[in-house]
């Protein structure tokens, strides 16, 4: 069994930045590719960034590209979530998963592990 467990959320002001983290544990071939989701109050849940554990390819949602940066620590099995420019409509609780495709996918469907979330909240 694959078991996610997120930390760094926050408060912050806008153009801050914070640091998520993302520790994994169980066997590696059920979390091929790492993801990140969020999801605001009565909205979706939706697609933030995406990684595989081998290679490090990456995918992002249009609407962080350029300020946030998903990276890995093989050695440490953790994936972290960089974010930069913070805007208020980053504001959400933020969700680790894992899937055992090779493809990163976009789409919640797609991952078969879940973290219990982070909150995180920018404010003016």
């Known amino acids: 069994q694959v078991q996610l467990v997120e930390s760094g959320g926050g408060l912050v002001q806008a153009g801050g930045s914070l640091r998520l983290s993302c520790a994994a544990s169980g066997p590696t071939f059920r979390r091929t590719v790492m993801g990140w989701f969020r999801q605001a109050p009565g909205n979706e849940r939706e697609f933030v960034a995406g990684i595989r554990w081998t290679g490090g390819r990456t995918k992002y949602a249009e609407s962080v590209k350029g300020r946030f940066t998903i990276s890995r620590d093989n050695a440490k099995n953790t994936v972290y979530l960089q974010m930069n420019n913070l805007k208020p409509e980053d504001t959400a609780a933020y969700y680790c998963?894992?899937?055992?495709?090779?493809?990163?996918?976009?789409?919640?469907?797609?991952?078969?592990?879940w973290g219990q979330g982070t909150q995180v909240t920018v404010s003016e």
């Open positions: 998963a894992a899937s055992r495709w090779e493809v990163i996918g976009q789409t919640q469907g797609e991952y078969d592990y």
